[in-house]
């Protein structure tokens, strides 16, 4: 099911339900009347991103570690020969130096972050990133597949 869904980034919600993929969890939603980004969670630790003026699905959010306490995770399987349980060490000896990376930096009522680096797999669509966001233990916390550009038409 991810694999579908990361090769499905770029497509409008109604494009997905007409392809016949199961979402469970939708039609999107936006926190506010006039969020610009809308959401729905198909799956317990996974999150997707919908550009709210034409419905666009950006973002695939894969929480693999509780950044607060009672947040979902996801326990399947994922794609990429990536794994449920990650370090930034992992992460750089399997797949090298980012194109990006941000350090640790603090966040508001949570505290520190360990950060994120992002990468470009070659076995994904062209124009899908993969960001790796840290906790400050250096763990992956959430993994993040989104399209490089942006388009809000």
Known sequence: MLDDLVKSLGRTYPELIASGMYLPGGPPKGIFDDSDTLSMAPESGLEMGFWASNLR???LFISLLESFEGESTYKGKLPYELE???SQQWVRSRYG???ASRPPFKMPIR???G????YRF???PKGTQVVFKYNADLD?????FRLNEKSHA
């Open 57 to 59: 699905f950006e973002n």
């Open 84 to 86: 449920n349980r990650m």
């Open 97 to 99: 130096e980012p194109f």
């Open 111 to 113: 505290g520190m972050t």
């Open 115 to 118: 950060g994120s680096d992002t």
């Open 122 to 124: 070659s076995s994904i």
């Open 140 to 144: 992956v916390e959430t993994v993040v």
